[in-house]
């Protein structure tokens, strides 16, 4: 197992990755590169073995002397020629990858190249075949965010060097999620607060595993750890802000989240582009500009209708600004009725407090007030922005109660309860 602390693999092996282990082993060999022993120097596997179900109980029994993840090798794995393939795809395919593409463009190494360059082992081989295994959205993920932050490095013109360990980060930015219970990543299903717990240590996990797995300079694994955090200090799983986050990995955590907008059907990059002015300050502004010049750009005709009917949009718009205003108040109520009383507390109320006002300013400045008016919404109509800045809004919601329930899980089981509340409100379902 890992936990977020150790500083270093655990050698008891992780049940959630040996299943996939397992499961890919039934499909392609899978064997071990060399005599697996357990801690105490009894030999468990003999080098060459091929790993089944016959030998998982062993495995799971034991504390292995080394890694298992060292130990053992898929054939005919995820290898560069794969990746370039899916990237080459990527970008015929995903028309906002190409729009980037051709605003970096220029002398030297092409993006494809810069990412055939990005070498990694037998692990990371294994860990990548296993994503792809899991469904082809994951692996193109990954191909794309590498994709995206090789783009990104080179508009910040980052040298060679440091585009491709930009595009390794990205290519293995996910990897700890491979560590983490499936049911908890199932993209249908909606984690409470508590539940966040068990995935916001995946970027820490992966950066132990590229750490002591690869042979590559440590800027990657660093940038794989700041993946999920925000310049403004609001992101996971250390709250890092500012020039306490690496080039590498600010670029990492952009692409990371413009790369979900590109995938959607209807105006990618300005999806992309209003995601990133909701919150703002989220990303570094040079990264912001990057986007945001590619989408002027290339931004043409009038964007499609939402599909949502008026009346029922304006009912949702006026749920969710009353929502807003009552977070507010019962934020201010936790301070003015003394529920909560250590400095750290009202602290947290205090950046809820700040997070909160942020998201209704954003309400306002996409236009989401107007709407609200119900003869307004009629008259201007409801375009992909207004629906797209809701569902924003609703995401960046959530993602306060998240971090409010992580952050509050320290304090006393009172003042903890005292915030339950507020993270309902947070919370709560659009």
């Known amino acids: 197992m890992m936990s977020e602390g150790a500083a270093t693999i655990s050698k008891s092996v992780n ?25 105490t120097g009894t030999k ?13 109980e062993k495995l799971i029994l034991h504390k292995l002397h080394r890694p298992l993840e060292s130990c053992i090798a898929v054939a005919g794995g995820i290898d560069m020629q794969a990746i370039t393939a899916e990237a080459r795809r990527i970008a015929q395919e995903i028309e ?13 190494p092409s993006p494809f190249d810069i990412q055939a360059d990005a070498q990694f082992g037998s692990a990371m081989s294994m860990m990548l075949t296993i994503t792809q295994r899991g469904g082809p959205a994951a692996f193109t993920h990954c191909v794309l ?18 585009q491709i360990s930009v595009a390794l980060a990205g290519l293995l930015h996910d990897i700890g999620e491979l560590y983490i219970l499936p049911e908890y990543l199932d993209p249908k299903r909606r984690l409470l607060p508590h539940e966040w717990k068990h995935v916001v240590v995946h ?5 132990m595993l590229i750490s002591e797995l690869e042979n590559c300079p440590p800027e990657v694994a660093l940038a794989v750890a700041e993946h999920h955090e925000r310049f403004d200090g609001a992101g996971y799983p250390r709250q890092t802000a500012g020039q306490g986050i690496s080039v590498l990995g600010q670029i990492l955590a952009t692409a990371e989240m413009v790369s979900g907008a590109f995938m959607k059907q209807h105006k990618p990059l300005e999806r992309a582009e209003l ?17 945001s010049s590619v989408a002027r750009v290339t931004r043409s005709g009038s964007p499609p209708p939402s599909e949502a009917p008026y009346d029922e949009m304006h009912q949702r718009l006026k749920i969710l600004f009353d929502r807003i205003i009552g977070i507010l108040h019962t934020a201010q109520t936790l301070v003015d009725m003394q529920t909560i009383r250590s400095t750290k507390a ?8 700040e997070r909160v006002n942020i998201i209704q ?22 375009s992909f922005e207004v629906e797209a800045a809701a569902i924003e809004i609703q995401v960046r919601l959530r993602e306060v109660a998240r971090d409010l329930f992580l952050r509050a899980s320290a304090f006393a089981s009172h003042e903890m309860q005292a915030f339950q509340p507020l993270i309902v409100l947070l919370d709560e379902a659009g």
């Open 96 to 108: 906002p990858v190409g729009h980037l593409l051709n605003a970096v463009g220029g002398a030297g």
């Open 145 to 162: 965010v590498s994709l995206v932050s090789i783009c990104l490095a080179r508009k910040l013109g980052l040298d060679q060097k440091q």
């Open 203 to 207: 970027p820490r996990v992966g950066q």
């Open 44 to 56: 468990l596997i003999a080098k060459g073995t091929k790993i089944s179900r016959s030998v998982q």
């Open 346 to 353: 009202k602290d947290l109320v205090s950046w809820v407090l």
């Open 275 to 291: 995601a990133m002015k909701i919150m703002p300050g989220e990303h570094a502004h040079d990264l912001v500009s990057i986007i």
């Open 15 to 39: 049940q959630h990755y040996l299943d996939k282990v397992m499961d890919l082993a039934e499909e392609r060999d899978v064997a071990a590169t060399e005599d697996i022993f357990n801690a």
């Open 361 to 382: 300013r954003a309400f306002s400045s996409t236009g989401l007030d107007v709407c609200l008016l119900e003869d307004a919404i009629h008259d201007i109509g409801i």
